[in-house]
């Protein structure tokens, strides 16, 4: 009985070690064949529909096949609310929106209200500001000048490529035509950011030589550079700046495509180049998809136009091509985004980061000095965002966008340094969490903060990184 | 749907004419002295008449310019950024078109059509006409009722009414009812036409007077005047609100008893005689009369007496009964048509107006056209190649244009303001202004550089080196040029007060527009704000302080040096207004108890003795360092108030902001903040070339030297080679001014003329004839291509179909080229 027994087990054994490897054998020889007909159905799907939310979320469940990811669940409503008052209000939610969210979660009637809220086109335009001329002080740069017409732009929901047109082609003074500021700003270079911000191309290493991996040669640079030849910065009074091209002769531009100017207007035909050309329209989808899902399809943003392309450069082409369809218009995109599944789904609990699913990211200096206010339900007071925004951005002021997500100084640390006292509020446990972190504290949280100060409870949930990053 | 924004528009452009043409003919009437009352009629009811004409044809007449648009401030010449292909925001909608095209028509209308909405004043129109057709009504239906109690008349009463009515034709009876209070007059009842008398007052009345007042009320009826009076009542009820209407209404009625009293008068001078008498015993009637016709209206009866014993009716003139016919009509026609004065029709656009006006004037007009390639020209111009290629068009052409205006432009300037012959030369009539500005820049700038030419020589003189550089720099400090190149290049900003002389306080808060007028920054308004908004404040807590400090300072003692100075200075508001300016201008915060801190503070520093209040002299020090820099600052405060003030002109006065900033610089305080930074406002001529130059020379011993570093000696050479060249080219440039200054009688404007101050304005002249030059490129192609034609633009022969098919192809390769669009 037990030999028998045995031999069974055996017998068992072996068959399972052979039915296992027979398996593994199969999968191993159609892995790259299930890989290869994945991509072509994304690819297809990319290349065939015009982008509507679904066909976003159709391309990502595609993609998330072909790379072997599961994709997490959707966030809850409130967590939703949180995420897109984030990115498109600048600040978490307060108490009472929140409320008011829960007594009627119509997600897409929420994106569409906080897309006309006019603190939208002031978040915005801090953002853009901060991407066209960094967190730095320049004596010929008006900031607050742009930020307005950017937050002008936005409000009357002009085109992006308009706008982008002429942020390259303006003249006039640094003060009254905030346009102006973007160009004033990089007067000395102005290659460099015009290339990475509006084409998603580096143009940096060019400057100065051929680099033996990168695709541009000092050429294609001077060739650019050339573009601005004419651009003159002039100071008529003290402490005031304008900006006015003049004619010049000489080697005739030449931009990325090949392309010559046809006119003596060399930076405005640029600018033409520029919001007319795909990598245009290529880099601006890729920038927003960054913003709102915390990296971009092609990471970095401004290399989307670069040598190696994205696995996923199809779903870049096909937004590209939908803003192109949609007269760039800004806040369509916008809103197919927040309502894509893709948008909304939790982050990955794994703990590993797939680039076309949501990633945690940092709240930006602006978004944290709005929401800390909104927190601690204090009104803002702005002449102090400057001093919050250098405090918190320290070595960093004058970096891209992008890099303002990596402050690293605890904030505890920075509102003190702040000297931003914290108030005691007379609110319940549940009250301070919906106020701080936008939800309802469990059971155990309820528990342990029942008898703290509530001074202590706010700076405990102030100074978690659930309050710190958009999740 | 009808549109009642037009409605009201209407309603309110007939009220004003009709208003208007009653004040006419009131005014017409009276100075023209017509009596006829046809006349009268005729005018009055043209007037009211002309009311009802509520869509008149409207007539353009082009002899305004085109209006200004709202434009952003253009920085530069360039063509405008119109649109892009998709968003079309230039071009005139019709809604634009025609709301440009009343504003034009502006000066014919009401000035505002008021807030209310067009529906509600619509309503309110209605109902108030409405209310008045119900008056009217009322009142008839009383009549009628007062009638049915009237009696018939006796017999014999009777009997001379039909008598009468006979003699004028009438072929059915009129019945005579009499009432106790009621008339005489003539009512239309549903049974046909009555006339009523008052018992009383009739039977008072003699044969001759009854049947005189009888012949009246008849004539009325032969007349018709029950039925045109209603009519006009019915179009005053139109115009209710308008007490010109029924004031029009009455005048007509009143010409309608004359009309009738002269039919009285015509039959004989005796009946004419009797109807006055009747007149004047009967009363007046009772307000219900007003639906039927009065013989006896009790107003102007006195008017109608002396017109009825009168004979100036028989000599009146017949040429002014013709001029007032003709104003009758000349209202139907004003009624009937709409003058609207509206853009003339220019083939060169007029040079006042921007780039951007005229292309955005010139694509409307182009949207109108028939001809297809004008429509493509059109629709070339709205997409950004088009623009580009047309602005590179332009510029092409005004290169050369430029070229040869850069080296005419002061000849240009000199032979439109002076009158050069050979010999002599003299100001031309209308340049007297530029004298003025002549004359004084060449004085303030003989001024600055009389002490600037003797210095600079005295520092060549102590120039030591024989290097070829130093040999340089002292050649350029010995001649002319020198001294001159340092004023016009640094130091008359320096020199001169105004904006300049704030550059680093007022620049921070302040940005010149194009024109040159200064406005708030944007990102400073909130800040300014601030500080305006503390003015009062700040100047109650200065006046304050000022008193607080001199009553604390008379308690000093001993009578020594320090606290003589300290009283001094504390009998002077300046010094409050020093301590005040900072808290206000630099942290927006002006407080009263920051004028307790400060004698808190003082009373700290000092000490209570039997003699009175002692500083010690450990506690001197800081008090000497505010008194050294107040005095500092009294020292120019003069010259920085009058910059202060030269600035203060220069601020733009149409924003709020600006208008409480002005206000604000006009306070000690303000002039006390700005003090601070100026320090060079009185600075002496040597101060000031040393402040240029400092950097370059080395002083030991008495004796200056040029710096020895090498590179900075390299620089040095080759910035006054420059500074020497730029000299000899402004001197050549200037040579036809100083001919004129030779020539020229004028021994005042001669020396101007030939001054630096002089030649800048010259130079400022020329500079804005060369801004100009992009502009008129403009106005020559538009003049070159197009031509109108009956209110059509056209092209203006082969020629320039040509040069717009080679534009539209140029825009056409351009967005060829443009296809190609990756990488």
Redesign the interface.
């Known amino acids: 009985m037990t030999s028998r027994l045995s031999s069974r087990s055996r017998w068992h054994g072996q068959f399972t070690t052979c039915a296992a490897a027979l398996i593994a054998l199969v999968s191993v020889a159609a892995g790259p064949l299930r890989h290869a007909a994945a991509q072509d159905a994304v690819t297809q799907l990319a290349a065939d529909q015009s982008l509507t939310t679904a066909s976003v979320d159709a391309y990502v469940e595609q993609a998330a096949l072909r790379d072997g990811i599961e994709l997490p669940p959707l966030v809850d409503d409130d967590l939703f609310l949180r995420r897109v008052s984030l990115d498109l209000l600048g600040r978490i939610p307060t108490r009472e929106e929140l409320l008011q969210f829960r007594r009627q979660p119509d997600r897409a009637a929420l994106v569409g209200q906080l897309l006309a809220h006019p603190e939208h086109a002031q978040f915005w335009s801090r953002l853009w500001t901060n991407t066209l001329i960094g967190y730095g002080q320049s004596p010929a740069v008006d900031r607050e000048a742009l930020r307005r017409w950017i937050e002008r732009r936005f409000t009357d929901d002009q085109a992006f490529d308009e706008t982008v047109f002429q942020l390259i082609s303006a003249e006039g003074s640094a003060a009254f035509d905030g346009a102006t500021n973007f160009m004033l700003r990089h007067a000395r270079d102005p290659v460099v950011p015009v290339g990475r911000i509006f084409l998603g191309v580096q143009l940096d290493c060019a400057r100065c030589h051929d680099h033996p991996t990168d695709r541009w040669t000092q050429s294609d640079f001077e060739g650019m550079q050339r573009f601005f030849a004419g651009m003159r910065p002039r100071q008529p009074s003290p402490g005031n700046y304008q900006l006015q091209d003049v004619s010049v002769q000489g080697n005739v531009p030449q931009f990325l495509t090949g392309t010559k100017p046809r006119t003596v207007r060399w930076r405005q035909e640029l600018a033409l180049m520029i919001t007319t050309s795909k990598p245009f329209a290529r880099a601006t989808a890729n920038r927003l998809w960054y913003h709102l899902m915390g990296h971009g399809i092609s990471h970095q943003p401004d290399a989307v136009n670069g040598g190696g392309r994205s696995v996923d450069f199809a779903l870049i082409e096909s937004l590209a091509e939908q803003l192109q369809r949609d007269d760039f218009c800004w806040k369509s995109m916008v809103r197919q985004l927040c309502l894509s599944q893709t948008y909304q789904r939790r982050l990955s609990t794994s703990g590993e980061s797939w680039h076309l699913l949501p990633t945690a990211k940092p709240m930006t200096p602006d978004q944290l000095f709005v929401s800390l206010h909104t927190a601690m339900n204090e009104p803002i007071v702005e002449r102090r965002r400057g001093q919050f925004t250098r405090a918190a951005t320290s070595a960093s002021l004058d970096q891209p966008f992008h890099n303002a997500w990596q402050s690293q100084e605890p904030l505890g640390a920075l509102m003190g340094r702040m000297n931003m006292p914290l108030p005691n509020p007379n609110l319940s446990t549940k009250q301070l969490f919906e106020q701080v972190l936008t939800r309802d504290p469990t059971d155990e949280q309820e528990r342990l903060c029942q008898d703290q100060p509530r001074r202590n409870v706010l700076f405990a949930l102030l100074n978690s990184n659930e309050f710190y990053f958009w999740h | 749907m009808f549109d009642t924004s037009s409605l009201v528009e209407l309603l309110l452009w007939s009220t004003l004419r009709l208003s208007l043409l009653v004040f006419a003919v009131s005014c017409v009437l009276r100075l023209s002295r017509v009596v006829s009352p046809r006349v009268h009629r005729w005018l009055w009811s043209a007037a009211l008449l002309q009311s009802l004409i509520l869509a008149p044809w409207v007539v353009s007449l082009p002899v305004l310019d085109l209006p200004t648009a709202t434009v ?5 010449s ?1 063509l405008p ?1 119109i649109s ?1 292909t ?2 079309q925001p230039t071009q005139l909608t019709d809604a634009q078109a025609q709301s440009l095209d009343q504003s034009i028509a502006g000066g014919l209308r009401p000035a505002a059509w008021g807030n209310p909405p067009p529906r509600m004043l619509i309503a309110i129109w209605l109902v108030g006409c409405g209310a008045v057709s119900v008056l009217l009504a009322a009142s008839q239906w009383t009549v009628w009722s007062m009638l049915r109690r009237a009696v018939p008349a006796r017999a014999a009463w009777q009997a001379q009414l039909d008598g009468l009515a006979s003699q004028w034709g009438l072929r059915e009876s009129v019945p005579l009812r009499v009432h106790h209070s009621l008339g005489p007059l003539l009512a239309r009842s549903p049974r046909g036409y009555r006339i009523i008398v008052p018992r009383g007052p009739w039977e008072q009345l003699t044969p001759g007077q009854r049947q005189a007042v009888l012949a009246h009320e008849l004539a009325h009826l032969h007349r018709g005047d029950v039925w045109k009076s209603l009519l006009m009542r019915l179009v005053a009820a139109a115009h209710w609100f308008n007490p010109l209407a029924w004031w029009a209404v009455a005048k007509f009625d009143e010409a309608a008893e004359w009309s009738c009293d002269a039919v009285v008068r015509q039959q004989s001078d005796r009946s004419a005689a009797n109807l006055a008498a009747a007149l004047l015993q009967l009363t007046a009637p009772s307000p219900l009369v007003r639906l039927g016709v009065s013989s006896a209206r009790g107003n102007h009866v006195g008017i109608r007496v002396r017109k009825l014993v009168s004979s100036k009716q028989d000599k009146e003139s017949k040429t002014m009964k013709f001029i007032a016919l003709g104003l009758a009509a000349s209202m139907l026609v004003f009624g009937l048509l709409r003058v609207q004065l509206v853009a003339q029709a220019q083939t060169n656009p007029p040079a006042a107006a921007s780039i951007q006006q005229e292309l955005r004037a010139l694509l409307s007009t182009i949207s109108e056209s028939e001809d297809d390639l004008l429509q493509d020209f059109g629709e070339t111009l709205q997409s ?2 088009g623009q ?2 047309l ?2 068009h332009l ?2 052409e005004s ?1 050369a244009a430029v070229q040869e205006l850069q080296a005419n432009v002061i000849d240009m300037i000199l032979d439109e303001h002076f009158d050069v012959t050979e010999n002599s030369a003299r100001l031309k009539t209308g340049s007297e202004e530029l004298r003025e500005r002549l004359v004084a820049a060449g004085k303030q700038s003989q001024q600055d550089m009389a002490d600037l030419l003797t210095t600079c020589r005295n520092l060549a003189e102590r120039l030591h080196g024989d290097d070829e550089t130093t040999g340089l720099v002292r050649r350029f400090l010995e001649s002319n040029s020198g001294a001159t190149f340092l004023y016009l290049s640094v130091l008359r900003d320096r020199m001169q007060p105004g ?2 002389m704030f ?2 306080s007022l ?2 808060v302040m ?4 024109d040159g007028t200064f ?1 708030i ?3 400073a308004q ?2 300014v704000q601030a500080i305006v908004d503390l003015r009062e404040t700040a100047e109650k807590v200065c006046g304050r302080l000022h008193q607080e400090l001199a009553s604390w300072t008379g308690e000093l003692t001993p009578d020594d040096e320090f606290n003589q100075r300290l009283k001094e200075r504390a009998q002077d508001p300046l010094l409050a207004a020093l301590i005040v300016a900072e808290p206000l201008f630099e942290k927006q915060s002006v407080r009263m108890s920051m004028v307790h801190q400060l004698l808190d503070q003082l009373d700290s520093l000092a000490v209570d003795t039997a003699n009175g209040l002692e500083i010690p002299a450990e506690s001197r020090q800081e008090i000497t360092r505010l008194m050294d820099r107040f005095d500092a600052i009294q020292a120019r405060v003069n010259v920085v108030r009058q910059a202060l003030a030269e600035a203060r002109s220069k601020i733009s006065t149409s924003g709020n902001l600006e208008q409480e900033f002005r206000r604000l610089l006009e306070t000690d305080v303000a002039l006390m903040a700005l003090s601070q930074g100026t320090e060079m406002a009185n600075a002496s001529a040597e101060d000031l070339v040393m402040s240029v130059l400092g950097e370059a020379l080395e002083q030991s011993d008495g004796q200056l030297t040029l710096v020895k570093n090498t590179d900075m000696r390299e620089k040095i050479h080759e910035q006054v080679q420059n500074a020497m060249r730029e000299m000899r080219v402004a001197r050549r440039k200037a040579g036809p001014v100083r001919d004129v200054a030779e020539t020229i009688d004028d021994q005042e404007l001669a020396d101007a003329l030939r001054s630096p101050g002089g030649l800048l304005v010259i130079k400022k002249l020329a500079e804005k004839k060369l801004s100009d030059a992009f502009h008129r490129t403009y106005l020559d192609w538009h003049a070159e291509m197009f031509s109108e034609d009956a209110g059509q633009l056209q092209f203006r022969g082969e020629h320039a179909r040509q040069l717009a098919q080679d534009l539209i192809d ?1 825009a056409q ?2 967005d060829r ?2 296809s ?4």
């Not at chain 2, 952003?72 to 530069?76: I, R």
């Open positions: 952003a401030s253009p920085a530069t360039a950024q892009n998709r968003a950004r190649s580009l290629i602005e590179d510029r092409r290169s904006m300049a550059g680093k620049g921070k940005a010149p527009d194009t406005h920054r944007p990102d909130e800040r140029r390769e351009m080229e443009l190609n669009n990756d990488f």
